[in-house]
């Protein structure tokens, strides 16, 4: 099992910034791409950003300039910065990992969420 723990989430004036923190736990044994998905009231889960193992990055054209994503692989950590905040950007924001396991059986691929964490964005 993965378990991915999220932080940093809140209030904030239109114009702040933000930063989410992401750690992933458990018998991981390689992540290849981490990243973060917001969901809003009313609405599907969309991308947010991502990050690949060796940095490559996507960013949601909606938030390109203003969050930008990076990882330190040696703690199994992803971080999403995100300043110019607008009112739009209010949701729950979902760390998402994916890579390999390693379990008593043998390796196996893993899928996982986090728990969310709500950023309200204020006018």
């Known amino acids: 099992q993965v378990q991915l723990v999220e932080s940093g989430g809140g209030l904030v004036q239109a114009g702040g910034s933000l930063r989410l923190s992401c750690a992933a736990s458990?018998?991981?044994?390689?992540?290849?791409?981490m990243g973060w998905y917001r969901q809003a009231p009313g609405k599907q889960r969309t991308l947010v950003a991502t990050?690949?193992?060796?940095?490559?990055?996507n960013f949601a054209d909606s938030v390109k300039g203003r969050f930008t994503i990076s990882r330190d692989n040696a703690k199994n950590t992803v971080y999403l910065q995100m300043n110019s905040l607008k009112p739009e950007d209010t949701a729950v924001y979902y760390c998402n990992a994916e890579g390999i396991l390693l379990r008593t059986t043998g390796w196996a691929n893993f899928d996982s969420w986090g728990q969310g964490t709500q950023v309200t964005v204020s006018s």
């Open positions: 990050i690949t193992s060796g940095g490559s990055t």
């Open positions: 458990g018998s991981v044994f390689s992540i290849n791409t």
